[in-house]
């Protein structure tokens, strides 16, 4: 047998080939391995810039919100549901809003849509505690309506109360809530206008409404609108926004109307409303037979209405003959029951008030003593 010699070509170039790769991993080694890491660049500093004072109106919007903001609530609208298969009763919640403490007794003020249909409504403090609330009344009409806590007195921090009928266009206001759950948030705007008119959740107009680009958002609802001496002049309601966020269109019940509507709640649990002791035909009918203010239906028995001598509409040998038809309530128009109505606000059960009637094609006046109506 020919044993081939041990060093054939191809072992050679095997042998070659160990020795390139051990020079070359020794290479790497020493150069790359072991080469000292250049050290990291030098850093100086960037010495902090001292701010200096707040500018006057920085610190004085600082200063309002502490003082306002332990006085502005979260509210949570809870509904009972049961399961339509195990039958278990389930609280879930219906949504969230904004309020604020009216008084020591513990009493919050907010939008009647915040707690519209809840089972339970749940109110947390600024300090983070919660408490259970009773509904002591509502008036869906202008959109609000008062809770109660059984929070201690030392807990209770009031707002004060401002005006809204000298409120002007371009005055700062500032509005503190609970936008989409975030509690105690402060946005900050101008009155953009006044006289504004918005329904409320039952459809009625709600008169003398302040306009303001504060961003108010879902959440909002029932928070306070505060001028910049920190007063109370009006409860946001509601926006104008096509997307559902701020568009820089905010409305806030006037103050002066919240001032008026909030102690007849406390008292009585509702609005006490001044009336006629009248019914009045729909407005749409109105209008159908050429009536331009609002038609006399029906006179209650012993009502004012009836003492001042106001007649309904009757039927006479199989002939209808329209009542009385109202144009105007001392010296403001009325076209409409919705006129009427807003009218009647501006006046107090005992109050007495000069009509302007239209009776078979001549006006004439009447004096009426405004009686409590439901």
């Not at 009536?291 to 209405?305: C, E, I, R, W, Y």
């Not at 009836?306 to 403001?332: K, N, P």
């Not at 919705?338 to 009637?357: A, F, H, Q």
Request: net charge neutral; with cysteine; proline share 6%.
């Amino acid at each position: 047998m020919n044993i081939p010699p041990a060093n054939t070509p191809r072992q050679k170039r095997v042998s070659f080939a160990v020795l390139l790769l051990c020079i070359l991993l020794g290479w790497w080694f020493f150069f790359v391995y072991q080469r000292p890491v250049p050290p990291p660049p030098e850093v100086t500093p960037i010495a902090v810039t001292a701010r200096g004072d707040l500018a006057a109106d920085e610190q004085s919007t600082i200063a309002l919100f502490r003082s306002a903001s332990p006085a502005v609530v979260y509210i949570t609208n809870i509904e009972v549901r049961r399961n339509i298969f195990s039958l278990n009763i389930h609280e879930i919640p219906q949504g969230t809003g904004s309020g604020f403490i009216w008084d020591k007794q513990g009493r919050i003020v907010t939008n009647y849509h915040v707690i519209e249909s809840a089972s339970r409504v749940e109110v947390t403090l600024a300090d983070r505690s919660t408490w259970q609330a009773t509904l002591v009344g509502v008036a869906p009409d202008k959109d609000l309506a008062v809770l109660q806590i059984s929070a201690p007195a030392e807990k209770l921090l009031p707002l004060p109360l401002g005006e809204s009928h000298n409120l002007l266009v371009g005055q700062k206001v500032f509005a503190i809530g609970n936008p989409f759950g975030l509690d105690q948030s402060l946005t900050s705007g101008i009155v953009s206008a006044l006289g504004r008119e918005i329904k409320s959740a039952t459809g009625r107009a709600i008169q003398g409404v302040i306009q303001t680009d504060a961003a108010i958002n879902p959440g909002n609802s029932g928070g306070p609108l505060l001028d910049s001496a920190g007063r109370l002049i009006g409860v946001n309601t509601a926006i104008y926004s096509p997307s559902g966020g701020s568009a820089g269109i905010g409305f806030a019940v006037p103050v002066d109307v919240v001032g008026r509507v909030i102690p007849e709640i406390i008292q009585h649990g509702r609005l006490i409303r001044p009336g006629l002791g009248i019914s009045v035909a729909d407005d749409q009918i109105a209008r159908r037979v050429g009536v331009a203010g609002v038609l006399v239906m029906n006179v209650q028995p012993d009502s004012s209405a009836e003492a001042a001598g106001m007649r309904g509409t009757r039927r006479i040998r199989g002939d209808i003959i329209f009542g009385d038809i109202i144009l105007a309530v001392d010296d403001h128009k009325v076209l409409s029951y919705d006129d009427l109505r807003n009218v009647m606000d501006r006046y107090k059960v005992g109050d007495t008030v000069s009509l302007t009637i239209e009776r078979e094609d001549r006006q004439m006046q009447l004096r009426v003593v405004l009686e409590e109506v439901g």
